[in-house]
């Protein structure tokens, strides 16, 4: 029957008919206000629910109707009276247990409200949802439903309304853009992970697979589709419907409590957000809705109308307005709110003023001030290292997801803040001896990593170190020879770079120049095999990678082998240094400068150099860089260069002329052993903050204590938990 009309109505007709049904559903929402300003939990005249009020308030808004409307005002009211003593709305009335859809759907209807009018109070009920929220959300993933004493386990549902709703916060609070900004990265991460390979989510990791479910998230996180594969989740959704009756419900049943996911509603929602549907499909999507629709309300099942259903229904409606031409027709998930003009009727006491939110906030929406690199080395990996990497990771994550909106509540709103990186920095020895096994434990942690930047393997940037050459292999370049070939050979114009080499013990030694350049084949191996797409030249001259993120982030990295004459030899079965002293090849050095330079805009961009030896000499010892080449660097404008190898954090500054210095940070050993650090230097590492409004830097030097497993600030300038860079012509 619902088919047969659907398929007779021309599309002024099906308008028509959309909009009669929302208005219906509206009207029904202040027809069952309650005396008390809340909406019904379930029927009419049922107890006010707070979940049920915010989530038919979203409705409201998506359907047209502004949420400035003094029954709505006051419907958002009474759920701002019913906040807990934790910051969270509870499940139903102040007292109960706060809930992450509770809080997550008042929030977004703040938001929204916010749009068309400020008003102080809600501006409060918002950071105070926001700031439960961002508190609340689980290690390393999303949302669970609520905080309960039973093993927490993040809900996909759950997850999606408080990515939507901590997105939308965001432009009212600025100074919350990055833990922001982290939170949503490691949700929206977490969910990519939980994406089953046919397409589908479940109710939680590893659930069983639901249409519902996997709707809602296609159907409400939009602004993130090319984050995640929607086309595999929309064919799983057309795969698992239902010819005559659509998509069946799912009851989610977190903690003990029971929660039905409309399928209809939310796997229609997800086919009109992401598909051009022909008119066949799109008119039955609107059967799916009519079937549940009995003028002048919306039933479940065999029951009276309820305010959960009509919410999701509601929101599908608007859906399909959006689709069949209707302007009033809002996203549930807005991508940037539209500004809006006050109304002049809403009083909100006397803190009515216009609304707040300026054209220049909205770019919160996406983007966030300060740029983060994650700066991190020396991470030795081995067969036999102390520490695994499920224990490496856990540690890194553990100060990256845990500590870090923690340190941030010490900072004052001018301080750079601890941030989910946008860069990862890996400067050197990632393995221990250079074998493939350990190559192949580096790659399987460096992986782990990328979720972090959205698995996006250009954001990580790659150098050998010292204990990435194979010195098997370096070995067989050198043969016997004598101190006369030591002393006629012809002289070059670079130091470091003989031919034949006197060892300590005075014996002399040639290199094979062809058999030399392999000694770094197992490190290729390893690069070409996590990019892909990438290629680790052996030809000393060609040894530099260039990452251009000039359009996303602003910025170009370069990395560097500083690996270039470090030579051994092996004598009498034994392995013998001939040089240690650590070089770049100048070559490479120009060679990766000129080619920089071609990129547009490369002369506004913040440039930063990677390798892995430091610039001063650490207990009188001779292997490290030697710092004049970096001349070339600091005269083709790069504003610092990073670096490992010292197992400590160290500040250098490198000026060879009076006309502008250029910083060298060292990073600290993520997981070198005990005996290989400094003394009583623990594991460490740097989260560098670049202000993008400034171009200043500022760098986070983190260490971890041992004894009690937890992260706290190195190094500490004029009280402050970190140090600016200083480039007195940046």
């Known amino acids: 029957m619902e088919l047969e009309l659907a398929n ?57 109707t502004s949420l400035a409307e003094p ?10 009276s019913n906040i807990n003593n934790d910051g969270g709305i509870p499940i139903v009335v102040k007292g109960d247990h706060s809930i992450t859809d509770a809080t997550a759907q008042t929030a977004i209807a703040c938001s929204l409200l916010l749009i068309d009018v400020s008003c102080d109070k809600t501006v409060q009920t918002l950071r105070s949802c926001l700031r ?7 290690t390393k993933s999303g949302w669970n439903w609520r905080q309960s004493p039973e093993p927490s386990r993040a809900r996909t549902a759950s997850t999606v309304f408080a990515l939507v709703a901590v997105r939308l916060a965001s432009i009212n609070f600025p100074d919350l853009a990055d833990e922001i900004a982290m939170a949503e990265n490691q949700a929206v991460n977490w969910l990519r992970e939980t994406q089953h390979r046919t397409g589908g989510w479940g109710s939680y990791a590893g659930g069983p697979l639901q249409p519902a479910i996997t709707g809602l998230v ?49 796997c229609s929602l997800a086919l009109l957000e992401h598909s051009a549907l ?25 029951s009276e109308m309820f305010s959960w259903p009509t919410r999701d229904y509601l929101i599908t409606l608007t859906a399909m307005g959006r689709h069949c031409g209707i302007d009033t027709c809002r996203p549930a998930m807005p991508s940037i709110p539209p500004l809006a003009t006050p109304h002049s009727s809403d009083k909100c006491g006397d803190d009515v003023t216009a609304s707040p939110i300026a054209p220049a ?71 221990q001896r250079a074998t493939p096994e350990e190559f192949s434990i580096a790659r399987d942690f460096v992986e782990r990593l990328l979720f972090l930047v959205n698995k996006d393997r250009n954001k990580v940037i790659l150098v050998p170190g010292n204990h990435d050459i194979n010195w098997d292999l370096a070995a067989r370049a050198y043969s016997p020879s004598s ?25 002399y030694w040639r290199k094979d120049p062809n058999v030399y350049e392999l000694r770094l084949d197992p490190f290729k191996q390893f690069y070409e095999s996590f990019y892909g797409d990438r290629t680790f030249p052996l030809i000393r001259s060609e040894m530099y990678s260039i990452h251009d ?15 270039d004459e470090i030579d051994a030899c092996r004598e009498s079965g034994k392995l013998v240094s001939l040089d240690r002293r650590a070089f770049i090849n100048t070559d490479a050095i120009y060679r990766a400068a000129q080619e920089a330079q071609q990129i547009d805009g490369f002369h506004h961009t913040i440039r930063i150099a990677v390798f892995h030896h430091n610039i001063t000499s650490l207990n009188h010892g001779d292997d490290f860089l030697d710092p004049k080449y970096l001349r070339i660097l600091k005269l083709q404008g790069f504003s610092f260069c990073v670096h490992g190898h010292a197992h400590t954090d160290s500040y250098d500054i490198f000026d060879a002329t009076t006309s502008r210095v250029m910083p060298v940070v060292g990073a600290g050993s993520l997981a070198a052993p005990y005996r290989d650090r400094p003394p009583a230097v623990p594991m460490g590492y740097n989260l560098i903050a670049i202000d993008k409004s400034n171009g200043k830097v500022y760098v986070h030097t983190r260490s971890h204590d041992e004894s009690n497993l937890t992260w706290a600030p190195r190094y500490q300038e004029s009280g402050k938990p970190f140090f600016k860079l200083d480039m007195n012509a940046v």
């Open 483 to 507: 101190e006369g070939e030591f002393v006629n050979q012809r002289k070059q114009d670079e130091p470091y770079t003989q031919l034949v080499k006197r060892a300590p013990s005075g014996s």
């Open 8 to 64: 007779a109505l021309s599309q002024d007709e099906k308008r028509q008919l959309l909009s009669s049904m929302m208005v219906a559903c509206v009207r029904w929402l202040h027809n069952v206000q309650n005396p008390d300003s809340g909406l019904p939990s379930e029927h009419e005249g049922s107890r006010s629910c707070t979940w049920t009020t915010s989530g038919l308030l979203w409705a409201a808004w998506c359907a047209g």
């Open 278 to 302: 022909e008119s066949w499909e799109s008119n039955l999507l609107l059967t799916y809705v009519l079937s549940a629709f009995e003028y002048p309300r919306f039933r479940y099942g065999s």
């Open 71 to 80: 029954n709505l005002r006051r419907a958002l009211g009474w759920v701002s």
């Open 361 to 431: 906030l909205l770019k919160h929406m996406t983007t966030k001030r300060y740029l983060h690199i994650l700066h991190i080395s020396d991470i030795h990996r081995a067969v036999d290292a102390p520490t695994s990497n499920v224990s490496l990771l856990g540690k890194l994550l553990d100060d990256i997801t845990l500590r870090y909106s923690m340190d941030n509540r010490a900072l004052d709103l001018a301080d750079p803040p601890l941030s989910s990186p946008d860069l990862i920095v890996i400067s050197g020895d990632v393995t």
């Open 218 to 266: 296609c159907g409400l996180l939009h602004p993130w589709k090319d984050l995640f594969d929607f086309d595999a989740a929309i064919r799983f959704i057309r795969e698992t419907r239902i010819e005559s009756n659509g998509w069946p419900d799912t009851i989610d049943r977190p903690t003990n409590h029971t929660v039905t996911r409309i399928g209809n509603a939310y």
């Open 132 to 138: 439960w929220l961002l508190d609340k959300r689980l």
């Open 549 to 563: 993120l000039s359009r996303e982030l602003n910025i170009v990295v370069i990395g560097f082998n500083s690996c």
